[in-house]
């Protein structure tokens, strides 16, 4: 699904609600990571939910792929994703995510409680821009 | 006739937000209005520092710092208000006693119980303790239903036992220890008691006499009143044989360069300047308690309870997490499709505010087996139609999960 897709779609989607039932149907777009690749390297700790992330760049673009115990942050998992697949590095610096989350109405997913971590995720990406530059 | 919702009124938070049902009581609790009035109160008419002045200001705010304590030893029925040691919270208190009484009583080889219930904040204080000291650490294990197996305990004590640090109520799974009955147990050996009290004050009556525990630590967040402060009891005689563990003003009685000598507990282990306007509303918060009908308070909590957990055995995909026979107002439970994150995102859609993850107690999620609980936990102000709302909330929401 693409960002414009997504967009659209959470912009007909109404309240608290109706969002977290859209995440929930977005996470079914979410295959899975293989069991090798759940581990503790790329895990991303919430306080209340598990992810995991892997980060790779094929022709200076990158490639992300993610997983989650809680089918909510796989449907925000799909979002991070359909925003940031393929981009080049100065795409990705370019790209303000957390506005973009807040103009989608999910500002709450972005607090500093350690709930789900999506700001950890959108952090391990810019970490990785950094990485690839040196 | 006890009114819950006579009570919700005195609460300004809940006054404001009629929706809310807040069912995150074990994490903090809403603060009544007089709560709220006595630290205002006392910034309005008698702010100063406490102890060093001889202004009118100075003396009326050490009275009124000295009157909390003497409101938190009677709440707890101590001998005396010397026997109380303000800290920043039950953790701190549980800090003081390992650097403390632990620095100085224990050595390579001292066993130190734990159960298996604990809340972080009665584990790695005594981890960091043993690591510095050699001393061992046992756990204490579990029975299926969540309660202490006491055969397991029994087991552990030995005279190499120096100090058993027991929850009185789990935080995380609500299970409610038998503490006069343990104690009575490790006292055979010479051992020391510290119970963390952080989820049983704003439901049970305490009586540390009664109890006969060594140390008893609580938060005054988790019983009504702010957050910042809390208190330790400890045993006037083992109090006042504790060595200093943080130096600087209010604790000393006379310093000079070549040698400084320390004033009597409890002063020696408060240094520094107190959360003087939280002490105060500390002490507003067990007066206010105090003067609730307490047993009418437990019977309702009881029964709230009661009717979560019959509600829960008729939906599908849902099970309790601890079925231990003595509980406090704690239910933990896990779900056989969703995930305890997803559940509690679905409820804060509907303004029910439920806690989910490890609780701070993840030796003993792993001992049971899971990454994770939904827990709801109640107090006094919490209503019949608040746990009707939630059950059907989470029916709606698994179905929703499934």
């Known amino acids: 699904m693409n960002k414009a897709e997504i967009e659209r779609k959470l912009a007909g989607a109404h309240g608290w609600e109706g969002k977290n039932r859209l995440l929930v149907q977005l996470a079914r777009d979410l295959p899975p990571l293989p069991t090798s690749e759940l581990n503790d390297a790329n895990r991303i700790v919430g306080c209340e939910s598990t992810a995991w992330l892997t980060i790779g760049w094929q022709q200076a673009q990158i490639q992300l792929a993610a997983d989650s115990e809680s089918r ?6 799909v979002l991070l994703i359909a925003a940031y697949q393929g981009k080049t590095r100065t795409e990705i610096q370019a790209f303000d995510c957390e506005a973009w989350l807040i103009s989608l109405g999910l500002t709450r997913f972005l607090s500093a409680s350690r709930g789900n971590g999506v700001k950890a ?9 950094g990485e690839a530059q040196h | 006739m006890f009114d819950a919702y006579a009570l919700r009124a005195q609460f300004p938070l809940l006054a404001r937000t009629p929706a809310l049902i807040y069912l995150d009581n074990a994490a903090t609790t809403q603060k009544p209005l007089q709560v709220l009035d006595a630290e205002r109160h006392f910034y309005e008419t008698a702010n100063a520092n406490v102890h060093r002045g001889s202004h009118r200001l100075a003396v009326a705010a050490t009275d009124a710092f000295e009157n909390a304590r003497s409101s938190v030893a009677h709440f707890l029925n101590a001998r005396s208000s010397n026997e109380i040691v303000f800290t920043r919270g039950a953790t701190e208190a549980i800090n003081l006693v390992a650097h403390s009484w632990g620095a100085a009583n224990l050595q390579a080889g001292d066993e130190i119980l734990l159960s298996t219930l604990e809340h972080h904040a009665n584990i790695v204080p005594w981890q960091m303790l043993a690591t510095r000291c050699g001393a061992i650490i046992k756990p204490i294990q579990l029975l299926r239903d969540g309660s202490l197996d006491l055969e397991h305990f029994h ?3 030995s005279n190499k036992t120096k100090l058993v640090g027991l929850t009185h109520i789990s935080n995380a799974i609500g299970s409610e220890l038998p503490i006069a009955e343990l104690i009575n147990s490790a006292h055979h050996y010479g051992a020391k008691v510290l119970v963390d009290g952080a989820q049983a004050v704003a439901h049970k009556i305490i009586d540390v006499q009664a109890l006969n525990a060594d140390f008893y630590v609580f938060s005054s967040h988790k019983a ?6 809390g208190a330790l009891w400890a045993r006037s005689e083992i109090l006042s044989s504790m060595p200093p563990w943080q130096g600087g003003g209010e604790m000393i009685e006379r310093v000079s360069f070549s040698q400084t000598s320390y004033a009597e507990a409890p002063a020696r282990f408060e240094a520094g300047t107190p959360a003087i306007a939280q002490t105060i509303g500390f002490a507003a918060a067990l007066d206010w308690l105090q003067a609730q009908d307490r047993v009418a308070i437990a019977q309702h909590e009881h029964l709230l309870r009661l009717q979560l957990e019959l509600g829960l055995s008729q939906i599908e995909g849902i099970r309790l997490i601890g079925n231990a026979l003595q509980k406090g107002p704690v239910v933990s439970m896990a779900f056989t499709h969703a995930h305890p994150y ?3 995102q679905f409820l804060d859609a509907r303004e029910i505010a439920v806690r989910v993850g490890n609780h701070c107690a993840q030796p003993l999620l792993a001992s049971l087996g899971l990454s994770g609980t939904l827990r709801a936990s109640f107090a006094a102000y919490n209503t019949h139609n608040d746990i009707d709302t939630l059950l059907a909330a989470l029916s709606e929401t698994l179905e929703l999960l499934a």
């Open chain 1, 72 to 77: 909510i942050v796989k449907g925000l998992l």
């Open chain 1, 121 to 129: 995720i959108i952090g391990k990406i810019y970490d990785a821009i």
């Open chain 2, 155 to 157: 087991s552990l004590l």
């Open chain 2, 224 to 229: 009504y009143g702010p957050t910042g402060i």
């Open chain 2, 342 to 344: 997803d559940v509690a």
